[in-house]
Nanobody, 123 residues
Framework: QVQLVESGGGLVQAGGSLRLSCAVSGRPFSTATMGWFRQAPGLDRDFVAAIRWIDGGTWVANSVKGRFTISRDNVRNTMFLQMNNLKSEDTAVYYC????????????????WGQGTQVTVSS
């Protein structure tokens, strides 16, 4: 079993930046895909970004491309989401998740989830 714990959310003004972290512990996961998702009230959960743990390959959704960057520290077993030029529409609960497959963008493959961290962008 693996545990995921997000941190770094908060309230920020539009145009500002936040850096989310996801600390991973428990069962080894060297061949995994990790991802960031977000969910705003009343909306579906969106897939924001993914990273291939073994070599750091990444994917970022078009809606945040150029503003969000996903990265990981495979020594500290921590994943990050650097969010710049935040907009009000980025307001959501952000979740990190893990899929036990080397690379996937199928959200159904993500079986382990954190508890989420709230990001609120004021305009």
């Amino acid at each position: 079993q693996v545990q995921l714990v997000e941190s770094g959310g908060g309230l920020v003004q539009a145009g500002g930046s936040l850096r989310l972290s996801c600390a991973v512990s428990g069962r080894p996961f060297s061949t995994a895909t990790m991802g960031w998702f977000r969910q705003a009230p009343g909306l579906d959960r969106d897939f924001v970004a993914a990273i291939r743990w073994i070599d750091g390959g990444t994917w970022v959704a078009n809606s945040v491309k150029g503003r969000f960057t996903i990265s990981r520290d495979n020594v500290r077993n921590t994943m990050f989401l650097q969010m710049n030029n935040l907009k009000s529409e980025d307001t959501a609960v952000y979740y990190c998740a893990l899929a036990r497959t080397p690379w996937t963008l199928n959200r159904n493959d993500f079986g382990s989830w954190g508890q989420g961290t709230q990001v609120t962008v004021s305009s």
